[in-house]
């Protein structure tokens, strides 16, 4: 059957399998639980997705955008290449602290920088700075702005690199014309504006899961 319990239980065996967790891991999310951040991180599996994604474009610079308690900056981080650096962006200075706490643990203190405040206002910040160009982006913040950073990143992601944005079909909200959630338009905004973006091979991928119905969109930069 096609249910909810299904699809946790799926992911359920996906971890006992080929996903196993470890301590970092466990340890990241008790520490997010324990300090009541919000449950909504990517899944193991998902998160896997992104490590298989890192190290197959070989990845050695990489922008997070949403950072919450360092789940997915953990699992991106680890897969960096040799000498590798990730940012990630964290509106929320109490979560930045606990995902902070967690990298650290989990030994990639060096690796990892954690920027707080909006992602808008970090953006100009790294332009200064001239960082970049990256290897790989994920896109997972306020939904709103997703096109607007993915507009961002496209300028500043290597040819061969990817562009990846979380949470684009929202229970199938996506293929609804007639949406009038602004969090909605901007996802159908977006796949509007890459239908005649020629700097980009681009793919949807709906998913389930133990987070429920949603979907990551994969961008290969450079045609
Ligand atoms: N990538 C994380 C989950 C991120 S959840 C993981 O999978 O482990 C979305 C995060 O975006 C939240 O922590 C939220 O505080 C943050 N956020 C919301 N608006 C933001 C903004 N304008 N700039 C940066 N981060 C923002
Ligand atoms: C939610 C899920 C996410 O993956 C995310 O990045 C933000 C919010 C949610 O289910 O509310
Ligand atoms: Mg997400």
Redesign the pocket.
Known sequence: MLDQETFSAVDAFIGETIVPTDEALRDALAAAETAG??Q???SRP??KLLEVLVRLVGARSIL??????????I?MARALAPGGRLI?????PD?AEVARDSIERAGLGEAVEVRI??????LPVLEEEDTGPFDLV?I???KV?TPNYFAWALDRTRRGGLIVA?NVVRDGSLAEAAAGDPVTKAQRQLHEALASEPRVAATTIQTVGSKGYDGFLIALVGG
């Open positions: 951040l919000p909504i991180q990517v998902q998160g997070e955008f949403g950072t919450l308690g360092g789940y997915s900056t699992l990630t962006l964290e509106a929320n979560y405040g909006p992602a808008l206002e970090a994920f997972d913040a306020d702005n979380d």
